[in-house]
């Protein structure tokens, strides 16, 4: 492995390291802060509904409100199902309080409930004509209207007065309709009522194996109306005011997420969100609420649309909630909810990586063998590039003897010496054909590839619960041995387990350093010296860094490792350096004409050394 070669493993391992940093958890994840101070509605215009904060319902005499003659009664559980969902529905606060995926399942085979009674919320603060408001939460609504998929919540408050959430399972869906309508509100509300304030919040309940890894993907998402996809960063704890129009609102996992989506026409308002961390290894990652408004009077015809998405982060089917929408300031881009990097990165895994993984997916159903299949097709792409690098290793072995009498000829550390040496190295470049960076080029453009994949694996939800050999789920690492202690530094980084794609990874990462460092002259300086150690440190590195991550990417990193083998000893098969010697000889022969890189090269040379002339003649 030449000086070339391990400069560029050094940079693409920078950048990996660099990333995985990034979406490692903060200290204060790993020490949860207490909660932040619960955020308030913003103050509203005088066309609000909460021109005032909310006042509790216990606090209120019975005769202030016919609505505070709802707030006692019996719970009742409610149901609604089609072939994707099971929505429970509660009669006290009318709201969905269970949701569970029929398709999926938690570890251990359990049930998956994206959320259930304990962990979500949902309020509407009624502002009445007194001044008073009253959460619909502490209120018992009456179910007037029910079939398998649909049902209707009604909060009656006199015979002509009353206040419905319609409620409808999409057919073969996910997502659930909700509307908000009544009648005689004017009675109820004041009246120059025009927004209604809306509280929802959920705690993000931990689904996969590691509580680390899922709960640096877990965070409130939201877009911006005819704008951009925006989150709380998933670092840590953190509080936000949004004051443009909102589409909808994420509460998002690793894998799953629920989403509140707006109608055009009720796109959320004066939005308040906050997210904390929960405790470590605890029953979930991030607590979520959301503060926030939406467009609604107490007209007679007066109505609010939403829709409520409870499911799986898969690409192709959130993105085929925009078919048919011809403006892309109307897409909802609930794909974004999916991250597989940004920019270059996303581009790469969105028009490449996923349609290819979609082609083998519809003729093989072993994601082991997919994921060998997609090796060998990314490796076969970038295969010219990779001989590329491998011819100029090999054009730097050839001239390792003439850069040696180089260094001969102007030994010692003086300045002059060091000048006069690269000096004569460049031209013997320049004579040759040869460039230093010619093999380093090759393998920097792999890069991108490289980093897509490390963002595509661990949110790729069709590899979640699919074993390959001994891996239990390709989504997540595979242990082959376990601790229940924490080690000093390398718990934080590694967990306590050890995976066995990733130490294979590793190994083999060591072992092909070893063998290329024999087959390649790293020189006798220091410098060189201390570079050879270089690729071992950096397979170590890799081993803790990605120990926690998902199984399926280690696995294509091994893959990747062997076919790099079988490469490069293929390359020593196929280069005949006896043959690029003589080619190189040729060259020196011809006229060369100074590409822009070698010219600069050289004036920076030329500069220094007329730096150095200065300084000497000063020092005389």
């Excluded at 996910?174 to 304030?197: T, V, W």
């Excluded at 796109?267 to 405790?279: D, Y």
């Excluded at 979520?288 to 107490?298: E, Q, R």
């Excluded at 989504?475 to 041995?481: F, K, L, N, R």
Aim: some cysteine; glycine content about 4%.
């Amino acid at each position: 492995m030449d000086k070339n070669t391990i400069i560029g493993v050094s940079l693409i391992a920078v950048v990996l390291i660099g990333f995985t940093f990034l979406n490692r958890p903060t200290p204060e994840e790993a020490t949860p802060k207490e909660p932040i101070e619960a955020i308030s509605p913003a103050p509203a215009e005088t066309t609000s509904s909460s021109a005032v904060l909310p006042t509790s319902t216990d606090s209120l005499a019975p005769e202030t409100s016919p609505l505070l003659g709802l707030s006692g009664g019996q719970e009742q559980i409610i149901k609604l199902e089609n072939e994707k969902l099971v929505v429970s529905f509660s009669n006290r606060g009318g709201a969905a309080v269970q949701a569970r995926l029929k398709e999926y399942k938690a570890q251990k085979e359990q049930p998956l409930d994206l959320f259930t009674p304990e962990d979500c919320s949902f309020n509407l603060p009624l502002r009445t004509k007194m001044g008073q408001v009253i959460d619909t939460k502490d209120l018992y609504f009456e179910p007037i209207a029910q079939s398998d998929t649909s049902l209707t919540m009604r909060l009656r408050v006199d015979s002509a007065t009353y206040l419905d959430f319609a409620y409808t399972l999409v057919p073969n869906d996910y997502r659930l309709r909700l509307s908000i309508s009544g009648a005689h509100l004017d009675r109820l509300f004041p009246s120059n009522m025009r927004y209604q304030d809306l509280e929802i919040g959920q705690k993000i309940r931990r689904q996969e194996l590691s509580w680390q890894n899922e709960n640096q993907y877990s965070a409130i998402y939201y877009k911006l109306f005819a704008d951009k996809v925006e989150r709380l960063s998933d670092k840590g704890s953190k509080s936000e005011k949004v004051n443009e129009r909102i589409s909808w609102i994420a509460f998002k996992d690793k894998f799953f997420s629920s989403v509140w989506i707006a109608d055009a026409a009720n796109a959320f308002e004066s939005s308040s969100l906050e997210q904390t961390v929960m405790p470590k290894d605890g029953e979930y990652t991030k607590d979520c609420k959301v503060v926030t408004s939406f467009p609604f009077s107490n007209a007679q015809d007066a109505s609010a649309h939403f829709t409520l998405y409870m499911g799986p982060l898969e690409h192709h089917l959130l993105k085929a909630y925009d078919q048919g929408i011809e403006e892309d300031g109307d897409r909802l881009h609930l794909e974004h909810l999916v991250y597989v990097g940004g920019s270059v990165f996303r581009w790469l895994n969105v028009h490449l990586i996923i349609p290819i993984v979609d082609f083998l997916s519809k003729y093989i159903s072993n994601w082991g063998l997919i994921i060998l299949l997609l090796t060998l097709i990314i490796k076969t792409a970038l295969s010219p590039l990779t001989f590329k690098s491998y011819m100029s290793q090999a054009k730097m072995r050839v001239l390792k003897p003439q850069i040696q009498a180089i260094n001969d000829k102007y030994p010692g550390q003086e300045q002059a010496m060091m000048m006069k040496r690269s000096q004569e190295t460049m031209a013997l470049y320049k004579q040759a054909g040869a460039s230093p960076m010619s093999g380093c080029l090759p393998m920097l453009l792999q890069m991108p590839f490289l980093i897509s994949l490390y963002m595509f694996f661990p949110t790729a939800i069709a590899l979640r619960g699919e074993s390959f050999l001994w891996a239990q789920d390709l989504s997540t690492y595979d242990a082959v041995i376990s601790w229940n202690f924490d080690i000093p530094i390398l718990s934080g980084l590694m967990g306590n387990h050890l995976s066995l794609f990733c130490l294979l990874w590793a190994v083999t990462n060591i072992l092909y350093s070893r063998y290329t460092m024999n087959m390649s002259a790293t020189g006798d300086n220091q410098q060189m010296k201390m570079m050879k150690y270089m690729p071992y440190i950096m397979s170590i590195m890799f081993f803790f860094f990605f120990n926690n991550n998902a199984s399926g990417l280690c696995y294509y990193y091994f893959i990747s490792t062997l076919i790099t083998i079988l490469q490069f000893l293929g390359s020593r098969l196929l280069i005949n350096e006896e043959k690029v010697l003589a080619k190189m000889e040729e060259n020196k022969k011809k006229p060369k004409k100074k590409s822009g890189f070698m010219a600069r090269l050289e004036e920076a040379q030329r500069l220094q050394q007329q730096q150095m002339r200065n300084q000497q003649k000063k020092g005389r």
